[in-house]
């Protein structure tokens, strides 16, 4: 089983849609969670760090469920600039010891 | 402009041949890595680096050396290539630990005939 996993999609939506990716991680002592975006083979970027009371920047929202051990990102009023892939992010360890997992990634294309 | 800069972009080569890739920050950080990113793989890391004469092995570091002799310089060392080593890699800092986000670098894609 892969420590990060991530349905690869891609997921087609339309502009203006609301869409939804999760990603379960399977070492429960993982303390840090990010969402990196990564556009057409170039380097990934960070989109947002995932807090445990959940986070919002924007149109982007990301939740953590510790107990279930899945992570979240919803994206409201999607633009074509959203299309994209979307790195789920796991931190191994703490501190600069700690090794950050990336799942596979969730492919998002926005339609006109 | 802060930036993490790699060369070449665009590398093909034959097996044996020993290369090297480098990769520089001008950001002052103290944590500097390499991954390799392959299809269904996701991306890997290869080796880190937590300070100046500091490295560690990450999860995929055979075949690969590394050195950190100066703070901003992290070049990733391919003594022997070989066609599994054909892979997009990126370089990547970080402030002092990963928990601060990484700037990655523009990536190197390497063909190893």
């Known amino acids: 089983r892969k420590e990060v996993e991530q349905d690869p999609g891609p997921f087609n939506v339309p502009e203006g849609a609301t869409v939804a990716f999760n990603c379960t991680y399977s070492n429960s002592a993982s303390q840090s969670f990010f969402w990196y975006r990564q556009d057409c083979r170039k380097e990934p970027k960070l989109l947002m760090s995932v807090y445990s009371s959940g986070n919002e920047d924007g149109r982007f929202t990301a939740q953590l469920n510790r107990a279930s051990q899945y992570i979240s990102l919803l994206i409201r009023d999607s633009k074509l600039s959203d299309s994209a892939t979307y790195l789920c992010?796991?931190?191994?360890?703490?501190?600069?010891?700690?090794?950050?997992?990336f799942g596979q990634g969730t492919t998002l294309q926005v339609k006109p | 402009e802060a930036q993490v800069t790699q060369n070449p972009r665009y590398l093909i080569t034959v097996t044996g041949k020993k290369l090297t890739v480098t990769c520089s920050q001008n950001m002052n950080h103290e944590y500097m890595s390499w991954y390799r990113q392959d299809p269904g793989l996701g991306l890997r890391q290869i080796y880190y680096s937590m300070n100046v004469e500091v490295t560690d092995k990450g999860d995929v570091p055979e075949g690969y050396k590394v050195s950190r002799k100066e703070k901003r310089n992290f070049p990733l060392i391919l003594e022997s290539p070989s066609p599994n080593q054909t892979s997009l890699y990126f370089c990547?800092?970080?402030?002092?630990?990963?928990?601060?986000?990484?700037?990655f670098g523009s990536g190197t894609r390497l063909t190893v005939v």
């Open positions: 992010v796991v931190m191994r360890g703490s501190g600069n010891t700690g090794k950050l997992i």
């Open positions: 990547a800092s970080s402030l002092s630990a990963p928990t601060y986000g990484y700037t």
